[in-house]
């Protein structure tokens, strides 16, 4: 079985194709980006850390179609006005870097909220949640209760999680945007 952001980037890879414009939410050291940039048109790439995005431009430098924004993804819809196919939050903190500058709940939703506005019919966001940690913990229980309550007439929503694995494993969640839904019949 494939592990969560594996599994992650799986799921884009099925829906995502070379027309298409992909978010990815949380840049950090740039795999995911890395990833996307490879499937899609142009991927946009957000971070509040200015080192993230040093260090991910230098890993891409000769790559034209990514553009980094130094910005919370909260702010997306300040950013990005048009369709999107893929999304992908990886949440929590960088891996080696500072554990203060992590995820939090709030800002996640806002931008979760937002950027689903921007998902296009089939198009997929897919969310990797860290319980294991303190924020990481509260954060993974309001954003489930958060796309628990997401119209599934609008969305379908997919829990991806190993159940029998101890200290709150990550998991997955993938939310795929039903096609034709006129607002009339939500
Ligand atoms: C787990 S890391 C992401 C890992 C990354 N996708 C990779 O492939 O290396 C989480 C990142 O989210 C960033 N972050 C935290 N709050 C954010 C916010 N409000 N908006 C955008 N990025 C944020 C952190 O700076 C950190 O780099």
New binding site residues.
């Given amino acids: 079985m494939d592990k969560v952001l594996k599994y992650a980037h799986r799921l884009l890879e099925e829906v995502v194709t070379s027309n298409d414009i992909c978010l ?9 980006t890395l990833f996307l940039k490879d499937i899609c048109k142009k991927v946009y790439a ?4 200015e080192e ?1 995005i040093k260090k991910s431009k230098e890993l891409m430098k000769d790559c034209k179609n990514v553009e980094f924004i130094l910005d ?3 702010n997306v819809l300040l950013h990005i006005n048009e369709k999107v196919k893929g999304i992908i939050f ?6 080696g ?1 500072n554990k203060k ?3 939090h709940f709030e ?1 996640t939703i806002k ?1 979760l909220k937002d950027s689903l506005t921007l998902l296009s019919d089939k198009g997929i966001c897919v969310i990797c949640l860290y319980p294991g940690h303190l924020e990481g913990n509260k954060e993974s229980i309001e954003v489930t209760k958060y796309v628990k309550g997401l119209n599934q007439k609008e969305f379908t929503v997919l829990k991806y999680e190993f159940i029998n694995q101890i200290n709150n494993p990550p998991f997955l969640i993938a939310i795929e945007k039903n096609e034709n839904v006129s607002s009339s019949k939500l």
Avoid: R, S, V, W
């Avoid at 990815?24 to 995911?32: A, E, R, S, V, Y």
């Avoid at 957000?46 to 850390?49: A, K, N, R, V, Y």
């Avoid at 990886?90 to 891996?95: E, M, Q, S």
């Fill in positions: 990815d939410m949380t840049l950090g050291c740039g795999k995911d957000f971070d509040i850390q993230a919370g993804h909260e990886n949440l929590g903190y960088l891996p870097g500058i992590t995820t800002t931008a």
